[in-house]
T-cell receptor
Framework: QKEVEQDPGPLSVPEGAIVSLNCTYS??????FMWYRQYSRKGPELLMY????GNKEDGRFTAQVDKSSKYISLFIRDSQPSDSATYLC?????????FGAGTRLTVKP | DTGVSQNPRHKITKRGQNVTFRCDPI?????LYWYRQTLGQGPEFLTY????????KSRLLSDRFSAERPKGSFSTLEIQRTEQGDSAMYLC??????????????FGSGTQLSVL
């Protein structure tokens, strides 16, 4: 079993839709939870960062962490074609960071 | 441009050859990481440095791989006797010192390696 599981998709939605992306994990030591966005042929860029359980909102993006269920989510409201990318969940504890496989999202105009 | 810079962007080599990649991190960042990413997968941790000290290496990093950061600034990743399975995107990232938001990694655009 991988430490971090993420549905690879692909996921295709119409412009304006609400997008829900999810990851599960198995390592209870993870304390920091991140979402990175990766455009084709580019390195990942940090989108959202949360520590421990709870919600965090930033514009159209909301990150949720449920440590009791070992489940994290990213919601994108009013999705735009420019949101089309691969979204990677990532988490870390005391050691290095672990990434999910990434979910490829396409937002159609 | 003050981001993380990686060179070359693309490298095509024949099996058995040695290759070396370079990473220039953001200047005030003292942590530097190397990751490997294959198509459809997330980045896999290879190794990281704090200043010039290599603090951790993944089991993925076989003895054909070596990384250096001689002066705590740029880093090089060398792969000796390349194999077709080494074909991947090699990503470098840097982050702020401990006590700051160390989990906020800034990635370069990567070096795409193709081993023929």
């Amino acid at each position: 079993q991988k430490e971090v599981e993420q549905d690879p998709g692909p996921l295709s939605v119409p412009e304006g839709a609400i997008v829900s992306l999810n990851c599960t994990y198995s390592n209870s030591a993870f304390q920091y939870f991140m979402w990175y966005r990766q455009y084709s042929r580019k390195g990942p860029e940090l989108l959202m960062y949360t520590y421990s359980s709870g919600n965090k909102e930033d514009g159209r993006f909301t990150a949720q962490v449920d440590k009791s269920s070992k489940y994290i989510s990213l919601f994108i409201r009013d999705s735009q074609p420019s949101d089309s990318a691969t979204y990677l969940c990532a988490m870390s504890g005391e050691r290095d960071m672990r990434f999910g496989a990434g979910t490829r999202l396409t937002v159609k105009p | 441009d003050t981001g993380v810079s990686q060179n070359p962007r693309h490298k095509i080599t024949k099996r058995g050859q040695n290759v070396t990649f370079r990473c220039d991190p953001i200047s005030e960042h003292n942590r530097l990481y190397w990751y490997r990413q294959t198509l459809g997968q997330g980045p896999e941790f290879l190794t990281y440095f704090q200043n010039e000290a290599q603090l951790e290496k993944s089991r993925l990093l076989s003895d054909r791989f070596s990384a250096e950061r001689p002066k705590g600034s740029f880093s090089t990743l060398e792969i000796q006797r390349t194999e077709q399975g080494d074909s991947a995107m090699y990503l470098c990232a840097s982050s702020l010192p401990p006590g700051a938001l160390r989990e906020k990694l800034f990635f370069g655009s990567g070096t795409q390696l193709s081993v023929l």
